[in-house]
């Protein structure tokens, strides 16, 4: 589970710089701070559904 949770983390890391690089052309320290905080939610929400699961 936790090399799942990490790939996941990795391609949505990924996916959410990409976006940010083509809508501003460019990543800067607000962009990283956005991107963490949005991973760490998205961590969060993927370990309560686990948890909750078994």
Request: proline content about 0%; hydrophobic content about 60%; aromatic content about 10%.
């Amino acid at each position: 589970m936790l090399l799942i949770i990490g790939i996941l983390t990795i391609c949505c890391g990924g996916f959410i710089a990409a976006w940010l690089n083509r809508k501003l052309d460019g990543l800067t320290g607000d962009t990283y701070g956005a991107m963490n905080e949005a991973i760490e939610a998205l961590l969060l929400l993927v370990a309560v559904i686990w948890l909750y699961a078994q």
